[in-house]
C-alpha cells in the first residue's frame, strides 16, 4: 500500500486531474427562437403556429468526439479496485477462521469467546467498508455522467463544467483515501490477530471441551 500512495499516480495536483469534458461553447448571439426584444416568434412572419421555448439546448452530436471519462481517475480507480476486492475476500476468509474456531456454547470460561467475537466484529466492519468503497466508485461514475449530459444540455452555463472538475478533484483525494484506508485495515486486522492469536485457536484451557 505505501508503494501505491508514493507513486506517481497518487501523487497528484489539481492540474494534474483536470481533464476538459470537449464539450464546445455555443456561437455567441444565437438564441432559440427569440427575437431582439425576447419574444418568441414562429417559422414564419404570417404563421399562426407558435415555436416553443426550448428547456436547454438540443444536442445533435458533439464536433469534437465523445466526452472522455478522467484518465487520472480511471487509473487511480483500476489500481484501486483489485486492492478492494482482495481486502474483502481476506477479511471474509479471517471471518470464517474464527467463526469455526468459536468452541460450543457453556457457561463459564469465555473470556476468549469473546475474544472472537471482537475480531469477528471487526473483519465484518472490513468487509463492510470494502462493500461501500466500491459502491461509491460507481457512484461517481453515475453522478459525473449526469453532470456531463448537463453540460451538453446547458454548454453556456460554466458552473456545471466547475462542477465536475471539483468533483474529479474529490474523487482523486477519495481514491488516495482510500488506499489508506486499505492500508489501515490490514494493519488493524494484522494486529489484533497477532496480539490474540492464542485465544483465537483455543478460547478455552480446558482441553477436554472438544470431547463431548
Known amino acids: 500500500m505505501e508503494d501505491i500512495l508514493s507513486s506517481e499516480l497518487f501523487c497528484f495536483s489539481a492540474e494534474k486531474v483536470y481533464s476538459d469534458v470537449n464539450i464546445p461553447y455555443p456561437c455567441e448571439g444565437s438564441k432559440n427562437a427569440h427575437n431582439s426584444a425576447g419574444d418568441f416568434k414562429g417559422t414564419a412572419e404570417n404563421s399562426n403556429d407558435l415555436v416553443l421555448p426550448h428547456r436547454g439546448s438540443f444536442v445533435y452530436e458533439l464536433p469534437n468526439g465523445t466526452v472522455p471519462y478522467n484518465r487520472q ?59 461501500t468503497f466500491l459502491d461509491q466508485i460507481t457512484r461517481y461514475y453515475a453522478s459525473r455522467g449526469k453532470l456531463v449530459g448537463k453540460v451538453a444540455k446547458f454548454p453556456h452555463i460554466d458552473d456545471y463544467r466547475e462542477c465536475i472538475r471539483d468533483m474529479d478533484e474529490k474523487q482523486a ?30 478460547p478455552r484451557s480446558n482441553n477436554a471441551i472438544n470431547m463431548y
Open 73 to 131: 481517475i480511471k487509473a487511480m480507480i483500476e489500481k484501486t479496485k483489485p486492492c478492494l476486492t482482495q481486502l474483502m475476500m481476506e477479511a471474509q476468509i479471517v471471518r470464517l477462521w474464527v467463526q469455526y474456531n468459536i468452541p460450543k456454547i457453556e457457561d463459564g470460561n469465555n473470556f476468549g469467546v469473546g475474544i472472537q467475537e471482537e475480531v469477528l466484529t471487526e473483519a465484518s466492519s472490513i468487509e463492510r467498508d470494502a462493500c
Open 173 to 202: 483525494i477519495t481514491m488516495r483515501y482510500i488506499i489508506m484506508e486499505i492500508r489501515n485495515h490490514y494493519a488493524t486486522l494484522h494486529d489484533i490477530i497477532l496480539k490474540n492469536i492464542d485465544r483465537i485457536k483455543m
